[in-house]
């Protein structure tokens, strides 16, 4: 969708020629298919052990698309994350897919579609890249960057050197990934950029508690050397299921023991020949970078390419699932012990040497989730970022809306007299909220509220126009779980704080039950809708401080 900023500063949409919808079933429309680049083609035109979709290299559609990345040639990025509930995400030591009656369609959830339409689940959970100026394209998912549930893609270009692309596995247990181009970039302008995307290597991340890490290759001769459970919170982690398929749950050091003695690289788990191998390997990547030791981490959601090159990542949650496990518990721990912590983080990586090829890199904590008095910076859930034109950081939270506004009584005591878990705690943050976070000067290490998002929302992919003079910011799913507010509908609701030395006090909210965003007239429809924030003068968002 195309739109222009007018002589007054409003912004409108222009309809343009090259508007387009590119949605789940694309391929049914028109047989607009979206194509794919790299070693997983190689899985989706050759007939193995699992389902086909008798589409060969081409792919009906992309949904579940999250957070994404604009290129400086001009493409778009977008992530499909949660893609599970649609497809099966399972597969065979080939890398063909389960077949889709493995996911059953749920009328009331509308999950399972996948199902209904025979999509085959291997084609999706990829980084789809489109050209926004060619109403021709509906997408093209380059199959070297991963399969998983991306969460954004951050993007590293310099003339000389490899691209490389970050992007995060949005789950509890998910890995950090780089891919790092075999080509070099010539101009970084050059839509010929998008070619560098078919061929190059996936690397998972290894984070060490010293504050050091490296990156792990994702290919068939690299070893077999998985973390032990007991370092995960939740105690487990989920490996590659042999000869099956598919995945199981490793639960002790004894599990880990014969899985190493029984596989020695990633080479013994996926079968085929060596592009059919990678490609299995790609498809799988989730299992494949846990079998050779990549970090499981806190769900890390956006991924963000600073001015000076370094890499900021927000990790959302450092809690547990029970089917998937959670992060080690050695790297994101709560300010003042090893525990599970449940309001996340917000990290700094920097390459050795400042180059995108590096191997190894440098990692630290910048912002820590949770309340003042516990060592957090004010919030909870870290997803979208953004970072402006003088490298300050701006991000938003994901708070689940089940857990808004939902009260916390005196003394913070369940109904056993137990102390409330982290999860039960984040009714005291209100609605998802949007935050500015300097990253130099005096403020440097302080977190300040910007802008509270409607009633049930999540405000979601904040972005910098190139002159800096707008900000845009959506506003995702509003009144998810009251729906329209009928009749300015409130409610109030008690809620057990803390001053910043810890002291405990209530609070008394008289919250909206429900929305009528955006028009916010009495019994008006919630919803979703695109922000443009500009100053009233019409100058820089952020202006760059006064040299001293």
């Known amino acids: 969708m195309s739109v222009q900023r007018q002589a007054d500063g409003r912004w409108i949409r222009t309809h343009s020629a090259a508007d387009r919808v590119i949605s789940g079933l694309s391929g049914w429309e028109n047989k607009q298919y979206l194509k794919a680049t790299g070693p997983a083609v190689a899985i989706f035109t050759k007939k193995g052990q699992g389902y086909n979709d008798q589409l060969g290299s081409k792919i009906i559609g992309t949904f579940a698309n999250c957070a994404g990345g604009t290129t400086p040639w001009g493409t778009v990025l977008s992530a499909e994350e949660n893609f599970q509930s649609q497809v099966t995400e399972a597969v065979y030591p080939d890398g063909t897919t389960y ?100 061929d190059g290597m996936l690397y998972a991340a290894k984070f060490n508690p010293d504050g050091t890490g490296q990156w792990i290759p994702l290919k068939a001769d690299t070893t077999i050397n998985p973390d032990q459970p007991n370092v995960h919170a939740g105690g487990i982690i989920a490996l590659p299921q042999r000869p099956k398929g598919g995945s199981f749950l490793a639960k002790t050091d004894e599990d880990i023991q014969n899985f190493k003695q029984q596989f020695k690289t990633l080479g013994d788990l996926y079968t085929g020949i060596p592009e059919e191998q990678q490609g299995a390997i790609l498809i799988d990547a989730h299992l494949a970078a846990s079998a050779v030791g990549a970090t499981c981490a806190a769900r890390p959601e956006d991924t963000e390419i600073a001015p000076d090159g370094s890499l900021f990542i927000a990790f959302t949650s450092g809690t547990a699932d029970a089917q998937t496990g959670g992060p080690n518990l050695e790297i994101f721990q709560a300010p003042s012990e090893k ?43 870290p997803d979208n970022l953004a970072i402006d034109g003088i490298g300050n950081l701006w991000m938003v939270t994901d708070i689940s809306t089940s857990k808004h506004n939902k009260p916390v009584a005196q003394g913070r005591l369940d109904k056993n007299q137990q102390p409330l878990e982290d999860t039960e705690l984040l009714g005291l943050y209100g609605n998802n909220s949007f935050w500015f976070l300097p990253t130099s000067g005096e403020n440097l290490g302080q977190a300040f509220l910007f802008a509270l998002g409607p009633m049930e929302c999540e405000l979601t992919g904040p972005f910098f126009t190139s002159d800096q003079k707008t900000l845009f910011i959506a506003v995702q799913h509003p009144g998810e779980k009251n729906q329209t507010r009928r009749d300015m509908a409130t409610k109030t609701l008690e809620f057990a704080l803390q001053t910043t030395q810890g002291e405990e006090f209530i609070q008394t909210r008289q919250v909206p039950w429900g929305s009528n965003w955006p028009s916010k007239q009495t019994n008006d429809p919630p919803k979703p809708s695109l922000v443009a924030i500009r100053r009233i003068n019409s100058e820089q968002i952020v202006e760059k401080p006064n040299p001293l």
């Open 339 to 381: 525990k599970q912590y449940e309001y996340g983080w917000l990290m700094r990586l920097v390459e050795d040497g400042n180059v995108p090829q590096a191997m190894t890199f440098r990692w630290q904590m910048v912002a820590t989730g949770g309340e003042i008095a516990q060592g957090g910076l004010g919030f909870a859930n």
């Open 99 to 198: 077949p889709p009656g493995e996911t059953p369609f749920l009328l009331e959830e509308m999950e399972g579609l996948g199902n209904v339409f025979g999509l085959a689940g291997n084609k999706y959970g990829w980084i789809v890249e489109v050209d926004p100026t060619n109403p021709q394209d509906y997408g093209t998912k380059h199959t070297w960057l991963g399969r998983y549930r991306h969460e954004a893609v951050g993007i590293r270009v310099e003339v000389g050197q490899p691209l490389a692309f970050y992007s995060g596995c949005d789950r509890r247990s998910g890995h950090l990934y780089k891919f790092v181009s075999k080509g070099t970039v010539k101009d970084p302008q050059d839509k010929k950029n998008s070619q560098l995307l078919t």
